[in-house]
């Protein structure tokens, strides 16, 4: 059992792009992906970055392709969306070097805020997908990815889900291929998109996905397994796991290709079973397809759009086994909170004191939408806050707005929230944005980015300097503040959202996680100058709880912040031993 | 082997993963296959964590199915209680009494609920409670909750104590090794 290993699946991924001979690894951190990119940058062959999005990071992976090299892009479902532009245009391109592009799905929304179905994508923008089951196939199914890129001269996108990126299994380790760069021709016809190239290219596009058509009925990631033929499944993915386990006996057709599926095979096993299940989770795609077909199938007639499955499910759907379950009594939920010593809770406690609205965006900080701090209106998308705090402005005018500031992570205004600047300078706005810079991309487990100074690799870069960009982009009014100091914050929010000119406030401190070794001498409440009134609750410091109407001060989750000392009237709230 | 089920439930923040992570390496050691999955909301602290591990001849699923658990094995009260009906009849649920407050009990919105061990130890299975947290302050570091209740489960499974030290040893990073394969014994031998 030496060589084998338990891997996440994002590991088996990266292990997999590894041995495939990649070179060029591409992403923007984003649950459940980004561990795909962290695994790659530990190997020395491997070239790996973060890109700013993942729309340049799959032109930056485009372009390495077609240079010659092997190239992997990942990203998170709605990281699809932001680089959908490039990725229905290198369809038509194709590929030098193989160009496996790695799109994770959330059902269930784990930490998200939607449930898209990526095959919708590989559907429409006529790119081939392998969907794995587990972390062994994650790691083989990249290889295999690779080998049709560079036979049918495409890209492939290989679709992932939560319970495959951040599940762990066993994994058969083999050698790397090394495989050498392609020579790169100049070919205008081939990589120019303007209308008549792009027309003869179209041509191409189907044509591949003909033939990719003909040819999947026999590729070997598509498996049969006939067993009792009173039940037959069509599965993939996960779901393919919990058919196994609820229904042992029953006859199984595994896609390990999603786009396109083998029409023969699919025939054939319909052929042979009495009555015929889709189990895929998110949307009905493969069922609509063999529908289209006239094959007679049970689909979402009895499973759910919503969510994740589980062979609880497939049990009770397809066996209408009527499953005992105790049904939990209702307890208290538990939301995943800021954390103690997060920098960024000083900022909302100032903004619900001062009764302002503010549109919110992707990252930690989201959290700051939920009671006691309620300090968010919106979140849409990355970057969205900026755009969106313009869009009111311009829809309810001067006065309303002075209410009003966006929120936005260092990260997520790197990502897409300068442009939504650029928009409100360009447009004359007034608006106040917040830029909460914790100087790492929180959310995801502090990846780096152009902001911090150092790449995935570790090194040491230019750190792009946040209060010069404001003000080359137009912003005069722009300040930084302690988010630890509350009465600081306040003014700042206060002078600058009433200027009628657009400001921004950089509210910097460290992520609270980011320094392990920092020494954390926790506070403490001097029960004698506490008068019990409970302001400090209103941080919402999972580290201050009531116990029995007194306020105290839980050890093993303070960080020693001391922001709470800073919000006492009555000097309550001291460091221990002090 | 029948596929051994087992559920480690706490907050985000307490190290469960880690715990499922040396679960996992003593499963491989054994020559067993085995699934691990954590299943989360967000990558923050503080949320409800649950982590399920299956190991045995062939395992096809990475989540263990609701009333099949053979262990669970919680670091907070509250959740034990959440992710019970996991657990099979007759199953084990080792609960360590440690309490951390939810958000909604904290702004006054729920109740922590006072009776949680009588509760568990009213359905139809083995329950064993422990204060980990005194066992870790006792070595030193709060931290190590985690690692006496794992000495704890070690206990009650049929698997060698040297493996398990071994699946520590390559799981925790190398400095902690030793506070760790304390608070191994200290709950092993509780």
Known sequence: MADKKL?????????????????????YPGTPSTEITEFVAKYDEVYAQWSPNEKVALEVGIGSSISGARTMVAMKHVGVNVAADPLFTVSYTGINGGLVILAADDPGMHSSQNEQDSRFY????????????????AKEFVKEAF???EKYDTPVMIRLTTRISHSQSLVQLNDRTDVALKEYVKDFKKNVMMPGMARARHIVVEKRMN??????????????EMNDTSIGVITSGVPYQYVKEALPNASVLKLGMVHPIPKKVIEDFANKVDTLYIVEELEPIFEEQIKS??????GKEIFTVQGEYSANLVEEKINEHKLNLAVPKQLPVRPPVMCPGCPHRGVYYVLNKLKKHATGDIGCYTLGALPPLEGIDTCVCMGASVGMLHGMEKARGKEFIKDWVGIIGDSTFVHSGITGLVDIVYNKGISTVIILDNSTTGMTGHQDNPATGKTLKGEDTHVLNLVELSHSIGINSVRVVNPFNPEEVETAVKEETMKEEPSVIIASAPCELLDKKRKRVPYRINVDACKNCKMCMKLGCPAIQNKDGKMIINDTLCSGCGLCSNICKFGAIVKDGE | METKNILVVGVGGQGTLLTSRILGNLAIHSGYDVKLSEVHGMSQRGGSV???????????????????ADIILAFEKLEALRWRHYLKKDGLIIVNTQEIDPMPVIIGAAEYPEDIIEQLKKEDNKVIVADALKEARKIGNFRVVNTVLLGLLAKNLDEDKDKWETAISQTVPNKTIDVNVKAFEAGYNL
Not at chain 2, 55 to 68: A, H, Q, R
């Open chain 1, 211 to 224: 033939q990719i058509e003909e040819d999947c009925n026999t590729f070997s990631c598509n498996t049969v």
């Open chain 1, 147 to 149: 080998d049709i890129s």
């Open chain 1, 7 to 27: 891997m996440l699946g994002n590991e088996a991924v990266a292990r997999g792009a590894y041995e495939a001979g990649v070179t060029v690894a591409v992403a």
């Open chain 2, 50 to 68: 649950v982590t399920h591990i299956r190991y045995g001849d062939k395992v096809y699923s990475p989540l263990v199915e609701i009333g099949k």
């Open chain 1, 293 to 298: 077909w006239g094959i007679e199938v049970i």
């Open chain 1, 122 to 137: 590989a559907k429409s923008a006529h790119i081939p997908m392998l969907e794995p089951s587990d972390s062994s196939e």
